[in-house]
C-alpha cells in the first residue's frame, strides 16, 4: 500500500527557532493533511492542503503541498514549549478515501 | 457541542479476557474507524465503517471486532484471539474527509 515517510523520529529544538518537517511518498497524493498529537489525546487537524503547489499558513504554522504531488513540509516559527507533540502527516488512498499515516515526528522544544 | 467520545480512558485486561472499547459520535458523520497507535509506529488502521450495518478490515484486523448497529455507535472489541493487545486505541469519524479523533483508550494487559 502507499506509505508515508517521516524522518527523524525525533526533534529538539530550542525555545525561539523554526523547525521544519517534512512527510514523502513514492505515490503521489492528492491531499495531504497534518495533524498534531499532544500526550494521552487524539491528533488535531492543523492544515489541510488540496492542490499541488499549495502554500496554506495557520498562525505560526505554514505547510506546502509539493509540486510533484509525493511531498509535503510543515514549519514551525518562533517555536514554543507548547508545540511540543507528535506531528503526522496524513493522505487519502484507496477507493474509501482511508486516511494513510505517516509514523509521526515527536518534537521536544526546550526552554 | 458536537464531538467523538471514546471510554474508558484506561483499561485493564487479564490475559485471555475479551474486552469491548467505546466510541459515540454526535456529528452525523457516516464514516468511523479505529485505529491502534504503538510507539514509533505511527497510526495503524484496524476496521472501519462507511454506513450502518457495514464495515471492513483493516491492515491490522486479526484478533479484534467490531459492530455498526447505530450511526453514532462503533464499538471495538479486542479479543483473547489478540496477542499483543497493549496500545493507545484512536476511534475517529468523518465526513467528506475530514476526520475527527477521540481522546483513545490507553489498553493494558495485566
Known amino acids: 500500500g502507499q506509505q508515508l515517510n517521516q524522518s527523524p523520529q525525533s526533534m529538539f529544538i530550542q525555545e525561539g527557532e523554526d523547525v521544519s518537517m517534512n512527510c514523502t511518498s513514492s505515490?503521489?497524493?492528492?491531499?495531504w493533511l497534518w495533524y498534531k498529537q499532544e500526550p494521552g489525546e487524539g491528533p488535531v487537524l492543523l492544515i489541510a492542503?488540496?492542490?499541488?503547489?499549495e502554500l496554506t499558513s495557520n498562525g505560526r504554522l505554514t505547510a506546502q503541498f509539493g509540486i510533484t504531488r509525493k511531498d509535503s513540509f510543515l514549519n514551525i516559527s518562533a517555536s514554543i514549549p507548547s508545540d511540543v507533540g507528535i506531528y503526522f502527516c496524513?493522505?487519502?488512498?484507496?477507493?474509501?478515501?482511508?486516511?494513510?499515516f505517516g509514523k509521526g515526528i515527536t518534537l521536544s522544544v526546550r526552554p | 457541542d458536537g464531538g467523538i467520545t471514546q471510554s474508558p480512558k484506561y483499561l485493564f485486561r487479564k490475559e485471555g479476557q475479551n474486552v469491548t472499547l467505546s466510541c459515540e459520535q454526535n456529528?452525523?458523520?457516516?464514516?468511523m474507524y479505529w485505529y491502534r497507535q504503538d510507539p514509533g509506529q505511527g497510526l495503524r488502521l484496524i476496521y472501519y465503517?462507511?454506513?450502518?450495518?457495514?464495515?471492513q478490515k483493516g491492515d491490522i484486523a486479526e484478533g479484534y471486532s467490531v459492530s455498526r448497529e447505530k450511526k453514532e455507535s462503533f464499538p471495538l472489541t479486542v479479543t483473547s484471539a489478540q496477542k499483543n493487545p497493549t496500545a493507545f486505541y484512536l476511534c475517529?469519524?468523518?465526513?467528506?474527509?475530514?476526520?475527527?479523533f477521540g481522546s483513545g483508550t490507553r489498553l493494558t494487559v495485566v
Open positions: 475517529a469519524s468523518s465526513i467528506y474527509g475530514g476526520y475527527t
Open positions: 505515490s503521489i497524493f492528492n491531499t
Open positions: 492542503l488540496y492542490k499541488a503547489g
Open positions: 496524513a493522505g487519502p488512498t484507496g477507493a474509501n478515501s482511508k486516511l494513510t
Open positions: 456529528l452525523n458523520h457516516d464514516a
Open positions: 465503517s462507511q454506513i450502518v450495518n457495514d464495515f
